[in-house]
């Protein structure tokens, strides 16, 4: 283990973690992007502005329970074995949570963490089932199954604030979880946001239409199209119970039923429908976010907590015409992050370090001061949140996305990022040959539309990117692929209770 850093008299920090499923920094108004003139995020943007924001944050495995398993270890996919949503999850691990708790923390979890089995390293966990449902979710905690009454935002908010007031040991620092279940599909917000964005037109991105002409088989293939994939009844909630007049969607129905919209004008209020749920329920994560401020305020907590605010991947909003995640592509590779901490982070800050979800669980442990065992594979992120960035700083990010075949039908693909150039390998099943290379240059073409791979002119940058993933496969232990590993069966009976 590193050594644990004692210089400091100062005393330990609590930590708030607050965090969501499928949040894309997109929609966050303090990352300037399409939705800013709709002030989307005004309780994030706080934490954004009174702190720093992180401007190339990313993550190692664009799926839910890999990155929550990734936060919990520092590690990726393939060393905490956790490299889909199907299997399980080795619960008896290293975690940072234990290391915090042994360091004299109190650790709490409240939410969604999408790891079947019972949580370690925590003093109190509560949370949710699989993906959890969005109306009086049930939970599961040490002494078993409970029921809450309303929407999951709120009620995740709830217990974190009567965690607060009423569990917090006042002689102890604590480490809090708070972790929504939204915006993850199927985008159901609380029935008191139905009427924002009424008759708002949301702008849309300028490859709604994408039709993949210069990308392989992968892009071509996928099932997250909003027009092909995206489904009326389950997804924009036409039809059936919604269509009657106490539900919160009637009026939507009784629109759909009189206008009938086809062909792109359907692809386009399909668009507008779905962006409209994700930004509403992005909008009661965020006031949820402002009452867990003002309790730490009020508590007088807030000058010693460090409140910080990511999710577990990026997602589309209707970029190259999609919707979900996995793919190695800016919008899913990204994540947000953003943290507050008076005194220690000065306000307005912005980092274009490249970041990544790796880094997360030494992060906590370096601010409680714990020692950082040495084989988490990321890097603290507490110099940079101070505005020193080490010299030494990592220059390239690997990523490695495995479920398939799966849900949406995303090729399993490894990549290289240096900032400027992405190089992407499909590989696999179901992919030609069995191995099909994109690359990209962010700096001319960040909503990559333009695969380089096949151009000539790009033979060394390609030559030099292959040798940068090849050093990154060493680095972090990644196994060699059999190909017996793509052709096992996925375990299909797991998949259903962990989904
Ligand atoms: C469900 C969703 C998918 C989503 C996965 C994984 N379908 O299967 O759209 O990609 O979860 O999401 S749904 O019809 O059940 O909503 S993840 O965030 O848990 O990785
Ligand atoms: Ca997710």
Same mark, same amino acid.
């Given at each position: 283990?590193?050594?644990?850093?004692?210089?400091?008299a100062?005393?330990?920090?609590?930590?708030?973690?607050?965090?969501?499923?499928?949040?894309?920094?997109?929609?966050?108004?303090?990352?300037g992007?399409?939705?800013?003139?709709?002030?989307?995020?005004?309780n994030?943007?706080?934490?954004?502005?009174?702190?720093?924001?992180?401007?190339?944050?990313?993550?190692?495995?664009?799926i839910?329970?890999?990155?929550?398993a990734?936060?919990?270890?520092?590690?990726?996919s393939?060393?905490?074995?956790?490299?889909?949503?199907?299997?399980?999850?080795?619960?008896?691990?290293?975690?940072?949570?234990?290391?915090?708790q042994?360091?004299?923390?109190?650790?709490a979890?409240?939410?969604k963490?999408?790891?079947?089995?019972?949580?370690q390293?925590?003093?109190?966990?509560?949370?949710?089932?699989?993906?959890?449902?969005?109306?009086?979710p049930?939970?599961?905690?040490?002494?078993?199954n409970?029921?809450?009454e309303?929407?999951?935002?709120?009620?995740?908010?709830?217990?974190?604030l009567?965690?607060?007031?009423?569990?917090?040991?006042?002689?102890?620092?604590?480490?809090?979880?708070?972790?929504?279940?939204?915006?993850?599909?199927?985008?159901?917000?609380?029935?008191?946001?139905?009427e924002?964005?009424?008759?708002?037109?949301?702008?849309e991105?300028?490859?709604?239409?994408?039709?993949?002409?210069?990308?392989?088989?992968?892009?071509?293939?996928?099932?997250?199209?909003?027009?092909?994939?995206m489904?009326?009844?389950?997804?924009?909630?036409?039809?059936?119970?919604?269509?009657k007049?106490n539900?919160?969607?009637y009026?939507?129905?009784?629109?759909?039923?009189?206008n009938?919209p086809?062909? %792109?004008? +359907?692809?386009?209020?399909? @668009?507008?429908?779905?962006?409209?749920?994700?930004? #509403?329920?992005?909008? &009661? *994560?965020?006031?949820?976010?402002?009452?867990?401020?003002?309790?730490?305020?009020?508590?007088?907590?807030?000058?010693?907590?460090?409140?910080?605010?990511?999710?577990?991947?990026?997602?589309?909003?209707?970029?190259?015409?999609?919707?979900?995640?996995?793919?190695m592509?800016?919008?899913?590779?990204?994540?947000?992050?953003v943290?507050r901490?008076?005194?220690?982070i000065?306000?307005?800050?912005?980092?274009?370090?490249?970041?990544?979800?790796?880094?997360?669980?030494?992060?906590f442990?370096?601010?409680?001061?714990?020692?950082?065992?040495?084989?988490?594979?990321?890097?603290s992120l507490?110099?940079?949140?101070?505005?020193?960035?080490?010299?030494?700083?990592? %220059?390239? +990010?690997?990523?490695h996305? @495995?479920?398939?075949?799966?849900?949406?039908s995303? #090729?399993?693909?490894? &990549? *290289?990022?240096?900032g400027r150039?992405?190089?992407?390998?499909?590989?696999?099943?179901?992919?030609?040959?069995?191995?099909?290379?994109e690359?990209?240059?962010l700096?001319?073409?960040?909503?990559?539309?333009?695969?380089?791979?096949?151009?000539?002119?790009?033979?060394?940058?390609?030559?030099?990117?292959?040798?940068?993933?090849?050093?990154?496969?060493?680095?972090?232990k990644?196994?060699?692929?059999?190909?017996?590993?793509?052709?096992?069966?996925?375990?299909k009976?797991?998949?259903?209770?962990?989904?």
């Amino acid at each position: 283990m590193a050594k644990a850093d004692t210089s400091s008299a100062s005393p330990k920090p609590n930590i708030l973690w607050i965090f969501s499923d499928d949040h894309s920094y997109q929609t966050i108004g303090a990352y300037g992007k399409r939705f800013k003139s709709l002030n989307p995020s005004p309780n994030i943007d706080r934490i954004a502005n009174e702190g720093i924001r992180f401007d190339r944050a990313y993550v190692a495995n664009s799926i839910c329970a890999p990155s929550r398993a990734t936060l919990l270890t520092g590690k990726h996919s393939h060393l905490n074995g956790k490299i889909d949503n199907r299997g399980p999850f080795n619960h008896d691990q290293q975690q940072f949570q234990k290391i915090l708790q042994q360091h004299g923390y109190q650790t709490a979890m409240i939410g969604k963490i999408h790891l079947s089995g019972k949580m370690q390293g925590f003093d109190y966990w509560d949370v949710l089932p699989g993906q959890g449902r969005y109306n009086n979710p049930t939970f599961v905690s040490e002494k078993g199954n409970s029921q809450s009454e309303g929407h999951s935002s709120d009620v995740i908010t709830d217990k974190a604030l009567a965690w607060l007031k009423g569990q917090r040991q006042k002689n102890k620092p604590f480490m809090l979880m708070v972790h929504f279940k939204a915006p993850h599909r199927n985008w159901t917000p609380a029935k008191r946001f139905m009427e924002k964005y009424q008759d708002v037109t949301i702008p849309e991105p300028e490859n709604l239409f994408d039709d993949y002409a210069t990308r392989g088989t992968a892009a071509h293939e996928q099932t997250l199209n909003i027009e092909r994939s995206m489904r009326l009844a389950g997804d924009l909630k036409i039809g059936g119970r919604h269509s009657k007049p106490n539900s919160q969607f009637y009026s939507r129905n009784q629109w759909f039923e009189k206008n009938r919209p086809k062909g %792109k004008e +359907l692809v386009r209020w399909k @668009y507008q429908t779905y962006l409209k749920d994700y930004l #509403r329920c992005t909008w &009661g *994560v965020d006031e949820n976010i402002g009452r867990l401020l003002d309790a730490l305020k009020s508590q007088n907590l807030d000058d010693n907590t460090i409140v910080m605010y990511s999710s577990d991947q990026g997602f589309y909003m209707g970029e190259h015409g999609w919707f979900d995640k996995r793919f190695m592509y800016e919008e899913s590779f990204r994540t947000p992050l953003v943290a507050r901490w008076p005194g220690k982070i000065k306000p307005g800050s912005v980092n274009t370090d490249l970041v990544q979800n790796i880094d997360f669980a030494e992060t906590f442990l370096d601010l409680a001061g714990a020692p950082v065992p040495e084989d988490m594979q990321g890097k603290s992120l507490v110099p940079l949140l101070k505005g020193k960035t080490p010299d030494k700083w990592r %220059k390239n +990010l690997y990523y490695h996305y @495995y479920e398939f075949p799966g849900a949406h039908s995303v #090729r399993r693909h490894e &990549g *290289v990022f240096d900032g400027r150039w992405k190089l992407i390998r499909f590989y696999g099943p179901k992919v030609p040959n069995g191995e099909e290379w994109e690359l990209y240059n962010l700096d001319n073409d960040p909503s990559e539309m333009n695969n380089l791979a096949s151009n000539p002119e790009y033979a060394q940058t390609i030559k030099t990117m292959k040798q940068k993933l090849s050093s990154l496969r060493k680095q972090y232990k990644v196994p060699k692929e059999s190909k017996e590993d793509w052709e096992k069966k996925p375990q299909k009976k797991k998949a259903k209770a962990s989904q």
